[in-house]
């Protein structure tokens, strides 16, 4: 039977080691599986809270929504973050961002929100998907004094 290594060194891996990495993982999954929704709720109760009218209130439901059942279909529904294939991050990156603008666009605390892209963007192993996220990140910044911007308040 051969001896399984560790990959950062050469000396056998213990079972313990990799009972280990296999709980922080799936732990890790866990935190990107739920991320969106903590974030998506927590915004979608700013939005409700600071909207003028009650057509504002719908607007932010229906994005909410939208986001929602978005991420169901295309990323918790498909796999645990880290079993994902790279199309299937990049489609669902691609819809999170279109509906991540559209709720900030429509109320900026949902830039609370919009802050989960850039840990998704992460799971891509194409750097330019986390470039994308930071430099729109920074854009939001300008529509509004940068201590609000970067709290997703204002």
């Known amino acids: 039977m051969e001896a399984t290594t560790h990959p950062q060194s050469s000396k056998p891996a213990s079972s313990g080691s990799l009972a280990a990495t296999a709980d922080w993982e799936h732990a890790v999954d866990r935190l990107f599986a739920a991320m969106p929704y903590v974030t998506l ?75 989960t892209g850039f840990f998704h963007a992460a799971l891509v192993h194409e750097r330019v998907f986390l470039v994308y996220g930071l430099t729109g990140f920074f854009h939001a910044a300008l529509v509004r004094p940068w201590p609000l911007a970067f709290a997703g308040l204002g």
């Open 41 to 115: 709720a927590a915004s979608t109760i700013l939005a409700l809270a600071v909207a003028p009218s009650p057509g504002e209130r719908v607007v932010s439901l229906g994005l909410a929504g939208a986001a929602a059942v978005w991420t169901w279909a295309t990323f918790t529904r498909v796999a645990a973050p880290s079993a994902m294939t790279q199309r299937a991050l990049r489609v669902y990156l691609c819809g999170f961002l279109v509906l991540a603008a559209a709720a900030v666009v429509h109320e900026r605390v949902f830039l609370v929100y919009g802050l």
